[in-house]
């Protein structure tokens, strides 16, 4: 027979392979629906969260955190590709953990209606973080975020998570303080769980320092005595999704470690390799700095105003959190000195 079965056998032969086949084919295919389904019925069983400001330095840990939780994260966001690289402070890119995009600006109001459609939770720290012609911090901190409180009120939401300002009682003199606070005021008087989170300050913030560092020089507003614990975006970012289930109505936070702000100082130029050189300013130049700076650039000044009173505090909150700020000095000037 020449190695060649004969037809009928052949032909038996065949079609049982080709019914195995199919019927494994069948069982992958069934699998395969059956899996989407279950995707889909998990997706749909998750509880949702709107992160606003998702693309700052807090936001990005935030949508992070959510998500590694099993929340499905709607981001809310004015510059959507920001999302997919790395923020200037180490923050991560995230475009990859979010389910939904929202594009919103909150000086817009009409871009911020039904972002909380279909959402369970709000978590917002949009605000405004530097100098923009034409914007207060009243405009966005206050009416940008009440804006999108009477969204998520529309929509029936959950819980209402606000990041606001440590020690806010001792600055109500300065704008930006004053507007977080004023949305603060409408979030605690509205028919919505809510929580305001007050750190003491981000490590971004600090970040700032290092620039000064390098270029082996270094101004500060008072003596640097005053102390501080700043906190990491991660480490602040767990406090802030723990408290979708706390009944706390504020969470005052701050870092592991407390620094005088010269030793912040003297860690950054560390970090970068130079011998401290600080040159301290007597606080009543700030504020005569301040006065001028208001009659010709007021949205400018209004961000310094913060600046000069925090540089006048001690801003110490209970510690939480594992990361240390000299560590994140270090791998920021790593990585700028890669990128040289």
């Known amino acids: 027979m020449n190695g060649v079965l004969p037809n009928a056998t052949g032909y038996m032969l065949c079609m049982f392979y080709i019914s195995i086949v199919e019927t494994e084919q069948l069982a992958c295919c069934c699998g395969s629906v059956k899996n989407r389904k279950n995707k889909q019925r998990t997706i749909m069983n998750k509880q949702k969260v709107l992160v606003a400001g998702a693309s700052g330095y807090l936001g990005r840990y935030v949508v992070k955190e959510f998500a590694e939780r099993g929340y499905a994260v709607r981001a809310l966001v004015r510059n959507p590709e920001k999302l997919a690289s790395e923020g200037p402070n180490l923050e991560p890119a995230v ?53 999108l409180l009477e969204d998520a009120l529309s929509h029936g939401v959950k ?56 270029s082996g020089h270094m101004f500060m507003l008072g003596d640097g005595r005053n102390h501080v614990n700043p906190i990491h975006g991660a480490d602040l970012a767990k406090v802030c ?53 208001g009659i010709v650039n007021k949205p400018l000044a209004g961000i310094l105003a913060f600046a000069v009173s925090v540089s006048g505090l001690d801003n110490v909150a209970p510690a939480t959190g594992t990361r240390h700020l000299e560590d994140f000095y270090r791998e920021l000037a790593a990585r700028e000195g890669a990128k040289a």
């Open 95 to 147: 475009s990859s953990l979010i389910d939904e995009v929202v594009r919103g600006d909150a000086t817009e109001r009409e871009s911020l209606k039904d972002a909380c459609k279909g959402v369970d939770i709000v978590f917002s720290c949009m605000g405004l973080t530097k100098p923009q012609d034409g914007v207060t911090s009243e405009e966005i901190d206050h009416l940008g975020n009440r804006a």
């Open 241 to 293: 999704v723990d408290a979708v289930d706390s009944s706390e109505k504020e969470i005052s936070v701050g870092g592991p470690a407390t620094y005088s702000f010269n030793e912040t100082v003297d860690m950054a130029f560390e970090a970068v390799g130079k011998n401290p050189w600080i040159t301290h300013i007597p606080l009543w130049v700030g504020d005569a700095a301040l006065f001028v700076t």
């Open 159 to 214: 819980k209402f998570i606000y990041i606001s300002v440590f020690n806010a009682q001792k600055m109500m003199d300065v704008d930006v303080v004053k507007a977080h606070e004023h949305f603060v005021r409408d979030l605690q008087s509205a028919p919505i769980p809510g929580t305001v989170i007050r750190p003491t300050g981000f490590f971004s913030d600090m970040g700032m320092f290092l620039a000064s560092a390098r």
